[in-house]
């Protein structure tokens, strides 16, 4: 969700409340994978992403 970033008021942030990873994908890097590309899709559109 995007709402203004805490910290920056003028700057847009993407927030992330939660994310679960199946059991048979867990402790592969699953979810690091997958926050670090919505991140940096955040990063790429000039948003914080916090999560």
């Not at 942030?13 to 939660?18: N, S, V």
């Not at 592969?28 to 994978?33: C, F, I, L, N, S």
Request: with cysteine; aromatic share 10%.
């Amino acid at each position: 969700m995007r709402w203004p970033c805490r910290d920056e008021p003028g700057k847009p942030a993407r927030y992330f409340w939660g994310m679960a990873v199946d059991a048979s994908h867990r402790r592969q890097g699953a979810g690091r994978r997958l926050l670090a590309a919505v991140a940096g899709q955040a990063n790429a559109a000039g948003e914080f992403a916090i999560a």
